[in-house]
């Protein structure tokens, strides 16, 4: 299991300025719509695929949770992200996220094999990609974002278990499998606020309507 | 009504070089984490709100489509992204999406009196901002992006109908009202890929989860 104690050991934090990214592509568009000029800024990032799994030996979802600085970012006041920021005032848990298991699209794979591989590494369950039900495709989150997601569902059991997760240590990931149950669940997304992206509310969402009446006692 | 024609007559496209945006900050976080220095990119952009609207008067759901820069850019190969974009061979109509009203934090108001602006200015109804119930907030989609969403749901009646919606024209939005049934978005979230992002995906399934019991036949 991954240390939870390295995951929020926290220092040396500042914010730079971003010239070239392998991951972020900023672009303006240029175009003329009904015949008026017009500009749009936006940025290009990889493709992703998520994946919701249910240990149906136990009933309970398994999810992940990692530090995110985009959100741990979001949580600071304008005004204390110059220099360096005070992880004593503001500690790495206000980034952490809950989150459903997945990955960005760097392989020329089948998206149902990547997602089974990001299981595996993740959460540690082996699964077979034919097993994988596709919830929905959705190209563009943002306004702003090239952002092409694909969800889906996955149910494992106990036995299918053959590693800890935790994502790639060579990789520098620290990764948290985290189970919850249908109850816990629910409640969680009954909250007006989730340190969570909407991946996992959405298909939550369509567990709850779809399988939970299959699972709940 | 917006002209659907202007919408989706598009020419003098091309990907230009982003220096400084009013709207997107690519920024690098640097971090040590676990005692490993890692870094981040990322981008900050602003806050926004979203609103579900379902008009129980004739039990549907009010929509609204519009041409999205970064998904048409989504829609075509790299290799042709090249100096002028091709509209012909990709017409606007790749990047006309489906969504619930909405838009970003950019007054210093009320979360629900900014969603109810929302609602008048692209779909024309006038709702009480107190009438909105909050279905849920997040703190960043992305990995990459600083993007806290508020999603509300928000009930309208035929009377409360008082303009034509379609959005700021003075700011150049186009923007089409669009009407459907409780079946029709059923199916239209059942399939395997849509034009539209996750909000409206997440807000419909707590509707069908929640309220669509109460209105359906």
Redesign the interface.
């Known amino acids: 299991m991954p240390?939870i104690?390295?995951?929020e050991?926290?220092?040396?934090?500042?914010?730079?300025?971003?010239t070239d990214?392998?991951?972020?592509h900023?672009?303006?568009?240029?175009?003329?719509?009904?015949?008026?000029?017009?500009?749009?800024?936006?940025?290009?990032?990889h493709e992703g695929v998520s994946v919701l799994i249910f240990n149906i030996t136990r009933k309970k979802f398994v999810f992940v949770r990692q530090?995110?600085?985009?959100?741990?970012?979001?949580?600071i006041p304008e005004e204390d992200r110059k220099g360096m920021i005070d992880t004593q005032k503001y500690p790495?848990s206000l980034g952490v996220?809950l989150e459903t298991c997945g990955g960005?699209l760097d392989k020329d794979k089948p998206l149902e094999e990547i997602a089974a591989e990001e299981v595996r590494e993740e959460c540690g369950y082996v699964v077979d990609p034919s097993t994988l039900q596709?919830i929905?495709?959705?190209?563009?989150?943002?306004?702003?974002?090239?952002?092409?997601?694909t969800h889906f569902y996955c149910e494992v059991t106990d036995d299918m278990k053959q590693g800890p997760g935790g994502g790639n240590a060579e990789e520098?990931e620290?990764i948290d499998v985290v189970e919850m149950s249908i109850p816990e669940v629910k409640a969680y997304?009954e909250?007006?606020?989730?340190?969570?992206?909407?991946?996992l509310?959405?298909t939550v969402?369509?567990f709850?309507?779809y399988k939970a009446p299959l699972y709940s006692p």
Chains 1, 2 share one sequence.
């Open positions: 240390d104690n390295a995951m050991d926290l220092k040396e934090v500042y914010v730079g300025t971003l990214s392998k991951y972020l900023p672009v303006r568009l240029h175009y003329t719509q009904g015949g008026k000029k017009k500009i749009w800024d936006m940025m290009t990032v530090f995110r600085p985009s959100i741990y970012l979001n949580s790495a996220a960005i596709r929905i495709g959705f190209k563009g989150t943002l306004d702003y974002a090239r952002d092409s997601q520098g620290l997304v909250q007006n606020n989730v340190l969570s992206p909407p991946a509310l959405l969402y369509w709850l309507l």
